[in-house]
């Protein structure tokens, strides 16, 4: 009879416990933690922000010379990726002045690139994590974000091509360039992600990053100025 | 002995004098019992989770459609399956005749048809542009998303696995349709079409012949996928024949002629 009693009457004790343990923890100030034991209540809001945007810098950095995974991974954040998206979907969206041409210049709208990039990056993860990958559904996106950096890089180089005047050379030209970009993207995610995958379907997980990447390259070399 | 709701629970289950010895194994039995019919509820729909976590499975027992470990199972497919699966679409003469009972019909997977038909629609969303700009007009790609999925039984998702793979011959097919010849475009149409469809009825042979209307369906089969074809073709592809005589000059309008 006292058992069942006991039963019930363990569950609100455990929560409790587990409460008191949180909010322990700040008080104890664990010496050796990781860096964001730092009250950031009283800091000028300049530092805030130039600390955010230091780590977002550094990512960058890893995305361009793809050595230590750990900064990415552990930490991962989304601002990166919207700069980056928000940046690609205002260089490549087209005029919709359909006034002047009979169609407009046919380039896709800002609202399309933003969507195909976010959308593009869930539905990799999603199928990353439905062959059995072990990362969390954030981490993979923002790396899949981060990633573009090439892309938007080649991006910026292809606009500055677009001034000149047109020719066959310098179409070649933005085809290597916005190819650089791709393989470079798809090198750098593969290496980040590559290892959540378990053996014999890195394949698998590796084509819908190439295709994500692809389509955005394609839309960097389809860009034209009007 | 002290509890209250010993005599309501009797009540309720007095059907053998074992169970009415104590309370206290009523009240356990009862809250098991509760316990094991949302277990068995969760069994019948999806006996293969259940094995793998058992601890969550009582808080995740009614929406486990909607969790990623239930569509887990149609993923698991490794790298060297999927390109056999895909090689064998294109050369259906390459593999055994049952090719599908028995491999595709016990281990259905969804990764090979939804990337391909994902691969399709954007390598026809490139290759379009790229021949409209061959074409010298500027003509806008609608493209969108077209996949729901309804896993209503597993019958019905091995011959979605099987349909999707057999679409994938459409890919290099949507890129050779970028070049603006007539006769070449619609040849590739009749390629396509014959493929694709003598691979789904090279592989659904030994279950078509059980059918009343065997020659019906061999048909029906080809026609719709010859439809499909003409319609990709046409739609994305294909320049009305007095547009293209005045674009190009004589060296394809002899062809174009053909055609027509």
Known sequence: MTSFDAKYDMYPAGDVGVVEGEMNIPNQGVPSGNSMEFNTLDEPIKETFMRDLRAVGSKFFHVLIPREKTSLLKEWDLWGP?????????????????????????????????????????????????????????QSVCVLGY?????????????????????????????????????????????????????????????????????????VLSHNAA | MSYVNTGDLLNFQDYSPEHNRTARIDVEAVHTNQYNSGNSNFNYEEPKIVT?????????????????EYYQKYFDVHTNEVVERIISSVLPQKVSRNYFDERI?????????????????????VSGNIASYLQNANKEIHWRYDFHLTPESPTMMSLFCLYGYSLSIYIPVAILWTIQVSWLQWLLVLLGAFVSGAVL????????????????????????????????????????????????????????????
Not at chain 1, 114 to 123: D, H, M, N, Q, S
């Open chain 2, 105 to 125: 019909k016990g281990k259905p997977d969804l990764y090979g048809p939804i990337w391909i038909s994902v691969t399709l629609i954007f390598t026809i969303a």
């Open chain 1, 82 to 138: 919207l700069l980056l998206c928000t940046f690609m979907a205002t260089i490549l969206q087209g005029s919709s002045d359909t006034a002047n041409t009979k169609i407009g210049d046919g380039g896709p709208e800002f609202a399309e690139v933003f969507v195909l990039v976010w959308i593009g990056a869930g539905i990799v993860t999603l199928n990353s994590k439905l062959l059995g990958g072990n990362m969390s559904f954030f």
């Open chain 2, 201 to 260: 009825i090279f592989w659904l042979l030994p279950a078509l012949r059980k059918s009343k209307y065997f020659l019906v369906l061999i048909a029906s089969i080809l026609a719709f996928h010859f439809l499909l074809a003409a319609g990709f073709m046409l739609y994305f592809f294909h320049v009305p024949d007095n547009v293209t005589t005045v674009l190009t000059t004589s060296t394809t309008a002899k062809a174009i002629v053909n055609s027509a």
């Open chain 1, 147 to 219: 990633c573009l950096l090439p892309v938007a890089l080649s991006l910026v180089i292809c606009r500055i091509i677009l001034f000149a005047t047109q020719n066959t050379f310098l179409f070649f030209l933005r085809f290597v360039i916005s190819m650089t970009g791709f393989m470079w993207a798809t090198l750098a995610a593969t290496k980040f992600l590559g290892d959540s995958q378990p053996e014999g379907k890195k394949g698998l997980a590796v084509y819908p990053i190439c295709l994500f990447y692809f389509i955005l390259s394609w839309l």
């Open chain 2, 52 to 68: 793998e976590d058992e601890e969550p499975a009582p808080k995740s027992g009614n929406h486990n459609f909607w969790t990623i």
